[in-house]
């Protein structure tokens, strides 16, 4: 199972080269912490994704994964190496559920394992 990282996301709606790698893992997830940065960005102005946040939601390519709030949040308490909500969110989705987290973000691959990620 792999995680996407918002990037991961936009890059796969834009069919970006980068996601290639991605076309062959057996089972892709988003986080909902995800899916609220995706929304903000559209709503500030800095994204426009082909098929809106709701196509995001709705997209066949991936599922989106509701792990247990207090789990959740506990953990991104944890991750202390960053100040960014979503990153701390995302990278705690990833690690409780202990699945990979495609990404390109250089900050969070700094501190992942190489078993926890797949870089982009």
């Keep these: 199972m792999i995680l ?3 990037n991961a996301v936009i890059w796969m709606d834009q069919n970006h080269p980068r996601t290639r790698k991605l076309a062959r893992a057996v089972r ?4 909902p912490a995800t899916v609220l940065e995706l929304q903000l960005l559209e709503e500030i102005g800095r994204l426009r994704l082909r098929s809106g946040t709701r196509g995001i939601v709705d997209a066949e390519s991936w599922e989106i994964d509701e792990p247990p709030a207090i789990d959740w949040f506990e953990r991104a308490a ?6 960014d909500p ?3 969110l995302i990278v705690a989705h990833a690690r409780l559920r202990r699945w990979r987290l495609a990404t ?3 900050a969070i691959l ?3 394992r190489p078993s926890e990620r797949v870089e982009l």
């Design 4 to 6: 996407l990282d918002t």
């Design 28 to 31: 892709l997830l988003v986080s």
């Design 78 to 83: 944890e991750e202390s190496w960053t100040r």
């Design 86 to 88: 979503f990153d701390r």
């Design 104 to 106: 390109g973000d250089k």
């Design 110 to 112: 700094e501190q992942l």
